[in-house]
């Protein structure tokens, strides 16, 4: 049934469509279960950057003392609403504003939701009390939407010890083995991100075709150039999951020569705004990546960009920022 509990949440978190959830998914847990928080819908948050502290409520035994459980952090993880579900296509709600549409157009990357798995602490003090989250300043977080930072998560802490959830699973039909889930494995791999600078206006004039000209170097250990030893298949290029993309037809192709990349964006349409572009390069073979010692540079630059209109006249446009997340 636990099992069942935490796929459910999973949708549940969908549908608030890239809010801070104010209680926790249980609410009521025993100290040293695994809870579930929906803090918004951020962009660069990972473990190293997340602070989470729980506040008992006064009369909490055996103490009221707050405790830091930022080194229980198990996962922090985006998921984003099935393309096929009303919850992705919905232009009602809300007057509009409460739509993956509506956040796609704030936050210029798709409308993913945030999440961070938490394995509590044996020690938490029985009662009621809340989470509070402090996010550094390397996460961007969106305009006009609720700042995890500015919200309390309430929760109730149980007696008598819990412990920490397995999502354990099986694989195969034939046999009883079963698998315990990984969650890290759902945090984002280290990447390069092409998108909108976060301080221009999200207007932008439309485009049929982009080309964007990247220097995007990659180090071994020893912080020796390595691009022409990484071949092509080890590398991915993803455009981010937007709904502008789909009703524009929006399509992503690239070449590479060492570490020269050419990310060539394409809408028959006409109509793709210019600064919702957000693409990401990954190494995505991790396991020669990390065999071999290899990550990208610290330093990747964008060497020229092009826009051009349907009839294939260039035209002008702004130029993304490029950075390691």
């Known amino acids: 049934m636990r099992k069942l509990q935490h796929c459910f949440i999973l949708i549940l978190f969908v549908l608030l469509t890239s809010c801070v959830a104010t209680q926790p ?29 729980y506040y008992p409520d006064p009369g909490s035994l055996p103490n009221e003392i707050p405790v830091d459980v930022t080194s229980n952090i198990r996962s922090v993880f985006n998921i984003n ?11 009602t709600s809300g007057n509009g504003q409460n739509t993956m549409a509506y956040v796609e157009g704030i936050t210029m990357h798709g409308a993913w939701q945030t999440v961070v798995a938490v394995d509590l602490p044996v020690t938490l003090p029985v009662g009621t ?4 989250i402090v996010l550094d300043g390397s996460i ?14 309430e929760a109730q802490i149980l007696e008598a010890g819990g412990s920490a959830h397995e999502f354990e699973y099986r694989q195969k039909n034939f046999n009883n083995d079963t698998v315990i889930g990984d969650l ?10 092409v998108r909108k600078k976060p301080a221009v206006s999200t207007d932008g004039p439309a485009f049929a075709a982009a080309e964007f000209n990247l220097e995007v170097p ?4 020893g912080f020796n150039d390595v ?14 999951d937007q709904i502008t993309y789909d009703k524009n037809q929006t399509s992503l192709n690239w070449s590479r020569s060492g570490s020269a990349v050419k990310v ?60 390691i997340q």
């Open 218 to 221: 990659i180090y071994d250990l």
């Open 184 to 193: 890290t494995t759902l945090g984002q791999l280290r990447q390069v991100v």
């Open 81 to 91: 609403a099935d393309k096929k579900s009303k919850t992705y296509w919905d232009t």
């Open 264 to 323: 060539i964006i394409m809408s028959p349409t006409g109509n793709q705004n210019s600064k919702s572009i957000r693409f990401s390069i990954l190494l995505a073979n991790y396991v020669d990546a990390e065999a071999n010692g290899w990550s990208f540079a610290d330093t990747p630059s964008v060497a020229s960009v092009k826009y051009f209109d349907v009839t294939g006249v260039e035209i002008s446009g702004p130029t993304p920022q490029i950075l």
């Open 129 to 132: 009390g809340h989470f509070e």
């Open 140 to 153: 961007i977080i969106p305009p006009f939407l609720a700042s995890a930072s500015d919200v309390n998560i």
């Open 25 to 53: 998914f249980p609410y009521a847990v025993r100290a040293g279960d695994t809870v579930t928080l929906a803090i918004g819908s951020l962009d660069g948050a990972n473990k190293d950057n997340i602070t989470i502290t």
């Open 227 to 240: 691009s022409d030893l990484v071949p092509d298949s080890d590398i991915a290029i993803v455009l981010d």
